[in-house]
Structures are given as C-alpha cells and as structure tokens.
Nanobody, 122 residues
C-alpha cells in the first residue's frame, strides 16, 4: 500500500509565505512525476505545479514567479514553497504522485494526498 501525507497548510496574510510538504510512503519502487493541485470551493481541481524525477518543473501561469516546487528523491518528498500569497490562492492543496510499487510485478499507482487547507486573508 502506498500513501501520501501532506503538511504545512494554514492561515497567512496576503503577501506572506507558506511551505507545503508531501511524503510518499509504502512499498515504492520508483516515483515519476510529483505535483501539487488545488481546489477552491465550488471550483474544479487545477494543477499548480508538477516536477519530474529529473527535476523538470512546470507551473500554472497564475503561480509562476511566486511558487517553487522541489523534491528530495531520497526522502520521496515533494515541496511547494509559496511566496507573495494572494487571497485567490486560498484552496485545499492536494499532493499527487505517479509511481510504481515494488512487487513481483511492479504496479502503477496514481496516488493523492488527503489535502491541506491554505487560507490567505486580505
């Protein structure tokens, strides 16, 4: 069984910063892309940023220049550093990983974390 555990959400004033972390655990053979998505009330879940196992990153236009995604492959962990936060960044942030579990025949997993609330006050 594989799971993702997120941490680091909270309440911050506009212009402030937060750092989210997401650790993958379980019988993991390898992790491909890891990413962060967010979902505001009444809206669909959207991609925020994604990073490959080689370190190539892509960002939503709305967060470019403010957010930075990174990962520590040795710890199976992905981070999202969020600076210059705006009220419109308020959402539940979800971690996602596409990975292979170990076993006689490696199994592909598309795993989601439980979500962490980020609230930015104006």
């Amino acid at each position: 069984q594989v799971q993702l555990v997120e941490s680091g959400g909270g309440l911050v004033q506009a212009g402030g910063s937060l750092r989210l972390s997401c650790a993958a655990s379980g019988s993991i053979l390898s992790i491909n892309d890891m990413g962060w998505y967010r979902q505001a009330p009444g809206k669909q879940r959207d991609l925020v940023a994604v990073i490959s196992n080689g370190g190539s990153a892509n960002y939503a236009d709305s967060v470019k220049g403010r957010f930075t995604i990174s990962r520590d492959n040795a710890k199976n962990t992905v981070y999202l550093q969020m600076n210059s936060l705006k009220p419109e960044d308020t959402a539940v942030y979800y971690c996602n990983a596409k990975l292979y579990g170990s076993g006689f025949i490696p199994k592909f997993y598309d795993v989601w974390g439980q979500g962490t609330q980020v609230t930015v006050s104006s």
